[in-house]
């Protein structure tokens, strides 16, 4: 079994089905797959801040459904563990959103696997999942590769936490998301939840750049992950291109490798706006 994990509201399902088709289009193991959905309620803070809806994990289960019916997506509140830790924290307004805090709470809900992949929405696989998945976690907390910018600017082991291999057993003993949890409610921190993980970590393993690039895509790169990037050209600017924004992807990038999911996406996002979400 591949455990995944994704936190987010209704904004996230573009990434959460790019995602997902990108590592079921790309790996060959029959093994069957479980998609973790973390989400909430906090509209009190934005409007647009509600729980994912059950019309949609019910659409993403039924899709991954077709690559193996032992596939299973679960939905998986957690308005009453934020409301009771992290409520009015310094962090709440962070420089994403409070979805991007929930996964500290990995440690507190049971039935989780001891080994579990959170993945940030905005990533896509461009090879087997298995070679990033069966990395051997047993000795630390969780495997991450550097940050782009980060091991530059800051410290040449800044980790990137858009992808991260958990050992939640290790975590647990460690006490490592009890520490960041802490962190959040008691320091205002310049990125939040990566920062708080970084600096409750006691053990890590530091995986190659190509398990988490966040600027190139070679042949070899496992994950490509859109987040903001500088671009020097036509003016040194920064820009938040994701893998659904598909004109871009072609058009900026000049990435067509991924067309196969892409255009898979469109279909089955045009698909549930009809069938399932007709407005």
């Known amino acids: 079994m591949v455990n995944i994990l994704f936190c987010g509201n209704g904004y996230v399902f573009d990434g959460m089905l790019t995602c997902a088709l990108s590592i079921l289009k790309r790996s060959d193991s029959d093994e069957p797959y479980t998609f973790f959905v973390y989400t909430m309620d906090v509209s009190h803070i934005k409007p647009a801040y509600t729980p994912i809806p059950d019309e949609m994990i019910a659409f993403f289960d039924g899709v991954i459904k077709e690559y ?40 507190m809900i049971d039935g989780m696997p001891d ?114 990037r500088l671009f020097w050209l036509p003016y040194p600017h920064t820009d938040n291109i994701k893998q659904w924004h598909v004109s871009r992807v072609h058009k900026v990038f000049r990435y067509y490798c991924f067309d196969d999911v892409l255009y898979e996406y469109i279909y089955l996002k045009k698909k549930y706006e009809s069938e399932v979400d007709p407005r």
């Not at 299973?72 to 409520?87: G, H, N, Q």
Request: proline content about 3%; aromatic content about 12%; overall charge positive.
């Open 68 to 107: 193996n019916k032992e596939n299973r997506a679960v939905k998986i509140d957690v308005t009453d563990l934020y409301m009771k830790e992290f409520s009015g924290c310094p962090n709440e307004g962070a420089y994403c959103s409070p979805y991007t805090l929930i996964r500290l709470f990995a440690d």
């Open 115 to 228: 080994k579990l992949l959170y993945l940030d929405a905005d990533v896509m696989f461009n090879r087997d999942v298995h070679l990033l998945y069966d990395t051997d976690v047993s000795d630390v907390e969780y495997a991450a590769a550097r940050d782009h910018y980060g091991k530059y600017l800051i410290r040449p082991d800044y980790v990137n936490a858009g992808v991260l291999l958990f050992n939640l057993k290790k975590m647990k003993q460690t006490g490592l998301l009890a520490k960041a949890r802490e962190l959040i409610k008691t320091k205002k921190l310049v990125f939040a939840d990566q920062s708080a993980i970084i600096r409750s970590t006691s053990s890590k393993k530091m995986l190659p750049q190509r398990f988490n690039d966040q600027k190139f895509l070679h042949r070899r790169t496992v994950v490509r992950h859109f987040s903001k």
